[in-house]
């Protein structure tokens, strides 16, 4: 007969977490205390869907459209939260209150949960609710702000509609890692994914922009319909500049005056080179300029704007 | 200044969880111990494979098998963890010895892990290993195991190889989750999906056989490479029976004389109706039956059998 290993009572984790506070069962937590069980489906069948909004100098910007598109994810997916967006909306005020962030990435997700008896039929799941803000981070360095990003057009196609919507926001995203693998294996920043037809869909975490004779596109199918994408709708719209969704093969980006991407992580960044080959004249462009100008300035107009409460006053 | 909520040392989570043993950063913890960070990518990018190896009577069934696949789909994601072939079976011996469960469902999990600043670039992270013992499961209920399931096949999309490799095993299971949605709204029990062509594909967690005159056939692209799959492989080609991986319409499962599906969570079992219709004379076919006995006797050879060190003699 052979010595087995003890049994320990609780998990010990050793490893170091960023700062912030996470909601979960009830409790908020330091960082390092959010876990998940291991059999939580929206681990063991990525079954979950999640939004990210950010916090910029202590206020949400378009916080309702990310709740929106939260609440429609779990109809999408037959998963409810016993809160409604005001408790919601209350949750994440209270994480990014609780941590003192003033610039945070907030992420809100709903998993298909557990079932006692580890049922894997997914109506027998009771949903879990989890919520955490960590410190604001962004797709692109300071450095590839200046100097733009460095992208590969990979050959990897993004999941498609036919498979997982891809507007529920998900995180199947082992597409999107073999991308970026490719693109570094490349000497790439990162990886713009294809879709099914050898048009450009979009990349870890991001939606992509060209810019062609003054007038933006971005591909309206395969992608998830982000949040900073309908900015960049909107400030186009604001400052007379066309801006349309449609098919766009991998030409109409290698080709463009200028690219940029997308992403509640950091805003809108330049895309300078693609596949080693200079984007326009290699620089950050003056239209991207101006519309990344607009899209701060417009943090600090009312209309997105919703300061977190926190405990001190503000700016102590 | 408003009154903020108290912030909680530890995290207590009130769901009940199966019995079992689990396996992580060193310890060995009862199940509702096992605890991943919200954190870990394998969660917030579905980054990560597995496997799932069973013990039966005491004994892992080709654990061997798993064991190779799951090395190989690490290597696949640029993934690696702290150890070989021979301590992972170490550990999840002494999972399912600590466990004291004689049929266990033995999962084993490598995730992409967590870096300390939540880096984006995958090759910052730390990758994670963990595994588990719990009670033995399977896809079909004992009254399905008699009667056989009623299978739905639904037009949604297998996520397609040019996506996500599925001989890699992993937690991209959306579609499926959607396809088990719409079999349930049809009365069925489980789902098949399809691949990019129409043709049928494999279901949540299972490959799928059709039966016609004699001979056994099973999709070849677009689905894991099951190790009972293999099973059956062996089994048909000890009894002579033709079977073949090759392209089936939804047609050749329609027409087929016996269907059946296969899992580690379960092993061989009978589908008896198709969306409403009946498979064959509508009851387990002699084939199926014939295959079903072969595959459980086949736990009792030594081939494939390679007992748990329990700390009681067996049969205690």
Same mark, same amino acid.
């Given at each position: 007969m052979r010595k087995l290993p003890e049994l320990s009572h609780r998990h010990a984790d050793h490893r170091s977490y960023p700062p912030g506070v996470a909601y979960m069962d009830g409790q908020y937590l330091p960082m390092h205390e959010a876990k998940l069980s291991v059999l939580d489906y929206g681990f063991l069948h990525s079954d979950a869907t999640y939004d990210v909004a950010h916090v910029w100098e202590g206020a949400f910007f378009r916080l309702e459209d990310h709740l929106n598109r939260f609440f429609r994810g779990m109809d999408a997916l037959h998963m409810s939260v016993p809160y409604g967006k005001a408790q919601v909306t209350e949750i994440l005020h209270n994480c990014v209150a609780l941590s003192g962030l003033r610039q945070a990435y907030v992420e809100f997700i709903c998993t298909r949960?557990?079932? !006692?008896? $580890?049922? =894997?039929? !997914? =109506?027998?799941?009771? +949903?879990?609710? %989890?919520?955490f803000a960590i410190p604001f981070g962004s797709v692109a360095s300071e450095e590839q702000m200046q100097h733009g990003l460095h992208m590969a057009v990979t050959d990897v196609q993004r999941i498609p509609p036919g498979s997982v919507d891809p507007t529920v926001k998900n995180y199947h995203w082992l597409d999107m890692v073999k991308g970026l693998y490719a693109a570094y294996g490349r000497g790439a920043d990162t990886a713009l994914l294809v879709d099914g037809n050898g048009n450009i869909s979009e990349g870890p975490g991001f939606n992509v922009f060209a810019i062609k004779d003054g007038a933006a596109a971005t591909p309206d199918t395969s992608v998830l319909l982000?949040?900073?994408?309908?900015?960049? $709708?909107? %400030?186009?719209a604001q400052m007379g500049v066309p801006c349309s969704a449609r098919n766009l093969a991998v030409e109409d980006l290698k080709k463009a005056d200028e690219v940029f991407v997308t992403s509640t992580a950091g805003g809108v960044m330049p895309v300078t080179r693609i596949d080693g080959q200079p984007v326009g004249t290699g620089r950050t462009? !003056?239209? $991207? +300029?101006? %519309?990344?100008a607009a899209y701060w300035q417009l943090h600090d107009s009312g209309e997105h704007r919703d300061p977190v409460m926190y405990p001190e006053p503000a700016g102590k």
């Open positions: 949960g557990t079932s !006692p008896d $580890f049922s =894997r039929d !997914p =109506r027998q799941a009771e +949903n879990r609710f %989890i919520a982000g949040v900073t994408r309908q900015t960049v $709708f909107d %400030i186009c462009g !003056p239209l $991207f +300029n101006r %519309i990344l």
